[in-house]
């Protein structure tokens, strides 16, 4: 949808800045839900306990995630015989 407005720019959004994305046809909503979306999670959302428990809980789960793979790739070199190496390769 290509759609001009008198002075080549976008609506304003709801603190009167532009939307940032061109010819955009939210009007101005997007950015304003973004802002009332952030607003519903600080008062709503998890306590900066929990924030701190979820964060130490995502990086446990990764550290395993990393160990499984690191515990997988030393399989498949045993498997096929070749040892952990990296390729030579020219450089102009």
Do not use: W, Y
Not at 14 to 27: K, L, Q
Not at 42 to 65: I, M, N
């Amino acid at each position: 949808m290509n759609t001009t407005f008198p002075d080549d720019t976008t609506p304003p959004a709801g603190d009167g800045s532009p939307c940032g994305h061109g010819e955009c046809v939210c009007a101005g909503a997007g950015p304003a839900m973004s802002r009332i979306g952030a607003d519903l999670l600080r008062q709503f959302g998890p306590s900066p306990e929990v924030r701190k428990h979820l964060d130490r809980a995502r990086l446990e789960l990764l550290q395993g995630l990393r160990t499984l793979l690191d515990e997988r790739i030393s399989q498949m070199q045993k498997e096929t015989g070749t040892a952990a190496r990296g390729d030579r390769v020219p450089v102009d």
